[in-house]
T-cell receptor, first 115, second 111 residues
Framework: DTGVSQNPRHKITKRGQNVTFRCDPISEHNRLYWYRQTLGQGPEFLTYFQNEAQLEKSRLLSDRFSAERPKGSFSTLEIQRTEQGDSAMYLC?????????????FGEGSWLTVV | KQEVTQIPAALSVPEGENLVLNCSFTDSAIYNLQWFRQDPGKGLTSLLLIQSSQREQTSGRLNASLDKSSGRSTLYIAASQPGDSATYLCAVKGGDDKIIFGKGTRLHILP
């Protein structure tokens, strides 16, 4: 069990460029979550998947954001036409199964700086 | 809409003291509550998970309690150490499987 892996860990991009982050969850975890965290705030829910199905998207996720989990394993989060307000840490998390009993595990996050 | 509040936002205590962090949530229909630790610039590390049917969980010097009906949880840290300095986050999971976080308590243990 290697934990939740996120890449890249850091990304600096110019405003208007597209960026993509990848998340590899713990194997056999069928639930995968994306969160965004800015300085001094708690993580804010963006979206989550059960296997390959995207179950919910937050209002925070504008049409410039898209997330996929094509084979129910790794997931990507793409931000198109980045804006300075997108600068944040993007956290991925996974957990196994349904119901209340299972701990959620987080990756180390991907830092995005839009200049 | 579930809202999670953590008080205080920041706390400094001398090494060796016991301390309590507070978490409250507006919708008591939760499946579980989880406490996390976050070091600066890092991801989140799970500390304790309390099921909705449980009252408390313990791990080492940490004890978390849950009063679901009143929408409250506390994280008790005994005999604090400088290495405990971090941000502590509380998160609740509802029936829709969303996990909602508070803004955290920044804890600083003074050597």
């Amino acid at each position: 069990d290697t934990g939740v892996s996120q890449n890249p860990r850091h990304k600096i991009t110019k405003r208007g460029q597209n960026v993509t982050f990848r998340c590899d969850p713990i194997s056999e975890h069928n639930r995968l979550y994306w969160y965004r965290q800015t300085l001094g705030q708690g993580p804010e829910f963006l979206t989550y998947f059960q296997n390959e199905a995207q179950l919910e998207k937050s209002r925070l996720l504008s049409d410039r954001f898209s997330a996929e989990r094509p084979k129910g394993s790794f997931s990507t989060l793409e931000i198109q036409r980045t804006e300075q307000g997108d600068s944040a840490m993007y956290l991925c998390a996974s957990r196994h199964g349904q119901g209340g009993g299972n701990t959620i595990y987080f990756g180390e996050g991907s830092w995005l700086t839009v200049v | 809409k579930q809202e999670v509040t953590q008080i205080p936002a920041a706390l400094s205590v001398p090494e060796g003291e016991n301390l309590v962090l507070n978490c409250s949530f507006t919708d008591s229909a939760i499946y579980n509550l989880q406490w996390f630790r976050q070091d600066p610039g890092k991801g989140l590390t799970s500390l304790l998970l309390i099921q909705s049917s449980q009252r408390e969980q313990t791990s080492g010097r940490l004890n978390a309690s849950l009063d679901k009906s009143s929408g409250r949880s506390t994280l008790y840290i005994a005999a604090s150490q400088p290495g405990d300095s971090a941000t502590y986050l509380c998160a609740v999971k509802g029936g829709d499987d969303k996990i909602i976080f508070g803004k955290g308590t920044r804890l600083h243990i003074l050597p």
